[in-house]
């Protein structure tokens, strides 16, 4: 099994990308879902196919090809399906406190219970061996980040908190009822989330499994898009996964490129070059502009054929994390892959959110987290091929 998803900033073109791939892949014989975690579903969009057929699909997958299905989740649907009591707590909870019903039934899908349910997905087909490869579609930057925290932080509260609130809810129910109107939640709602957590388990290490789920950063040649995409870069390292690689869209062709958009590409060129530096090692991909919107098969495969090239869409581009930032001791530690490196040759700057770290010719710019931006690097050691840089 194999799993990639395709992250980016808003329109960079990550449901063409995931789509082209997913179908690429399906072109190779494998058995291939492409899944959107996007609410704003677009898939369906992509292979050009009709929206009432999704719609009456319910979220479930449909076949677009040979060897390939779609699969856009229907949130009401999983609701009925995963969430009944504990969806049914906090609609109540929203209704006494002064909602009206439906007002409060609407604002109980809580955030992440679309995620959720896609993990439930992914786990299910892992575990049943549905597919070969699953291509994960993502929504804006921002909320796949949510989707790829969310095993970490369930895992969290299970252990830490559930246990406890449990218990609380237990004591205080008796008590409380005198007081106010507010339920606590109850035993059934103990028991579905619990239920739920034991049907995610085991997907995290999946998720973070380098030889099975890689990320791939779809981006555009712009400054700000490829600021969003450095950030996205440093948070999928800082949750263990491994990026295989960036891809560039919508290159402006050089014969497109008279006259009034000639300033475009020489400011494109000069982007791809910045690119090259932020993410190297990790291998860049290119796909041009397009003379027309990428819908429908030809056009995806067109896309497929010109990125990828020779390759197989499947394969790990590239293996290992480039950075990891650890906390060890109450101290920050930043490790970079460098080989060949010598301590001599480093030179370490901060500036702002950038960490730049210089060897030889050679640049290389790191964002870093919030929490070590605002600290200065206390030192740096080489360590076999690996530089660890600490922070005051
Ligand atoms: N290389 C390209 N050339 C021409 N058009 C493109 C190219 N890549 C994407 N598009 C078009 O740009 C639009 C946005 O692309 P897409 O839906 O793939 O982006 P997205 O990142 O998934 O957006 P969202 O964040 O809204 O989900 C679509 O109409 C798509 O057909
Ligand atoms: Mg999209």
């Known amino acids: 099994m194999r799993i990639i998803l395709f992250a980016g900033k808003g329109?960079?073109?990550?449901?063409?990308v995931s789509s082209a791939t997913g179908l690429a892949a399906a072109r190779k014989g494998l058995n291939t879902l492409v899944m959107s975690l996007d609410t704003a579903h677009s898939l369906a969009d992509a292979f050009d196919l009709d929206r009432r057929l999704m719609d009456k699909n319910k979220g479930q997958p449909v076949?677009?090809?040979d060897n390939l299905a779609i699969q856009e989740i229907d949130v009401v649907e999983e609701i009925d399906k995963n969430w009944g009591e504990v969806y049914r707590y906090f609609a109540t909870l929203l209704n006494v406190t002064g909602l009206d019903e439906v007002l409060a039934e609407e604002l109980a899908v809580l955030p992440g219970m679309e995620e959720v349910s896609a993990l439930l997905y992914i786990n299910r087909y892992l575990r049943q061996d549905n597919y070969d490869v699953i291509i994960l579609d993502c929504a804006p930057t921002g909320e796949s980040l949510r989707f790829v925290s969310i095993p970490t932080a369930l895992e969290w509260y299970?252990?830490?908190?559930f246990q406890l609130e449990r218990r609380v809810a237990k004591v205080a129910r008796p008590v409380v009822k005198h007081f106010t109107d507010v339920p606590l939640p109850g035993d059934e709602y103990f028991d579905a989330l619990e239920r739920l957590f034991k049907r995610l388990e085991g997907v995290e290490k999946v998720?973070?499994?380098p030889a099975v789920t890689t990320v791939r950063l779809v981006t555009n040649p712009e400054k700000i898009v490829l600021r969003e995409t450095q950030r996205a870069f440093m948070y999928f390292c800082m949750y263990h996964m491994s990026i295989d690689a960036v891809i560039i869209n919508r290159i402006l062709p050089a014969r497109a490129a008279e006259g009034y958009f000639e300033h475009w590409r020489q400011a494109?060129?000069?982007?791809?070059?910045?690119a090259k530096q932020f993410f190297s090692?990790?291998?860049?991909f290119e796909v041009p502009f397009y003379d027309n919107e990428v819908v429908g098969?030809?056009?995806l495969d067109r896309l497929g054929r010109e990125l990828y090239q020779a390759q197989d869409p499947t394969d790990v581009f590239f293996r290992r994390p480039p950075y990891i930032f650890e906390k060890e001791n109450g101290h920050y530690r930043l490790q970079v892959h460098l080989p060949f490196v010598s301590s001599e040759d480093v030179e370490l700057a901060n500036?702002?959110?950038d960490l730049i770290v210089r060897i030889g010719g050679f640049k290389q710019h790191i964002m870093l987290p919030r929490q070590l931006a605002s600290r200065n690097p206390s030192g740096a050691k080489i360590d076999q091929d690996r530089l660890n840089i600490t922070f005051e």
């Open 351 to 353: 500036r702002g959110e």
């Open 158 to 161: 299970m252990r830490k908190l």
């Open 281 to 284: 090692p990790v291998p860049q």
């Open 297 to 299: 098969a030809e056009a």
């Open 63 to 65: 076949a677009v090809a």
């Open 11 to 16: 329109g960079v073109g990550k449901t063409s």
């Open 207 to 209: 998720l973070t499994d």
């Open 268 to 274: 494109q060129l000069e982007h791809i070059e910045q």
